[in-house]
């Protein structure tokens, strides 16, 4: 991973989601997607809504501006609507590592190929384009829905950060931390191509 001050953020292709670069105009997409199951009531993550969605947007700007952000709107190829936003974050240049979070996507897309891909396309252009050594996720201790789902990616867990945040009630969280190191990337990346594979044909 070179001098992260001069990474811009990429559009990654997939054949059912592409992610592009989050942009200011994007809030009412955002809002749109996030009302698909009133996603800005959940306890456990934070989704932008309709009174949040512009300090959201501003503050994964302002570490882009930084270098220390890649922030994505999730887009589904077929309709070319916004699905969902995920992002690269803590982005350490001299340690090669970061961690893809933030990630959040409409109720009726959850459990899809749609996140499946998407993970895909962010942890290849990771560990194959950035270099990296390591790539972390972190989630609520609650969010078993979170959980699993990395999991199943193929990240191993490596802890519970206690009272790792603040949440915008108020609760104390707990976090969950699990990682993919580079020597397992080969096996984790083969198992997502095979999943992916079978559900396209599907």
């Known amino acids: 991973m070179s001098d992260t001050s ?23 997409a955002l809002v749109e997607a996030a009302a698909d199951g009133e996603l800005w009531n959940l306890k456990v993550t934070v989704v932008p809504g309709p009174a949040t969605v512009d300090a959201y947007i501003d503050k994964a700007l302002e570490g882009e501006r930084a270098g220390t952000v890649m922030p994505f709107v999730i887009v589904q190829r077929a309709t070319g609507r916004v699905i969902g936003s995920t992002r690269f974050w803590k982005l350490d240049r001299a340690n090669r590592k970061l961690e893809i979070g933030h990630t959040w996507l409409a109720a009726s897309m959850q459990r899809s190929a749609a996140n499946t891909e998407a993970k895909y396309l962010l942890l290849t252009y990771a560990f194959d384009t950035l270099n990296c050594v390591r790539v972390q996720f972190t989630t609520d201790e609650l969010n078993e829905k979170s959980r699993a789902a990395i999991l199943r990616i193929g990240a191993k867990q490596e802890g519970i950060v206690r009272h790792e945040r603040i949440m915008p009630d108020g609760r104390k969280r707990n976090s969950v931390r699990f990682s993919i190191i580079d020597d397992e990337w080969p096996e984790v990346r083969a198992n997502l191509e095979a999943r992916l594979a079978a559900r396209i044909k599907n």
């Open 6 to 28: 001069s990474l811009t953020t990429p559009t990654l292709s997939g054949e059912i989601v592409e992610l592009r670069p989050l942009r200011a105009s994007d809030a009412n």
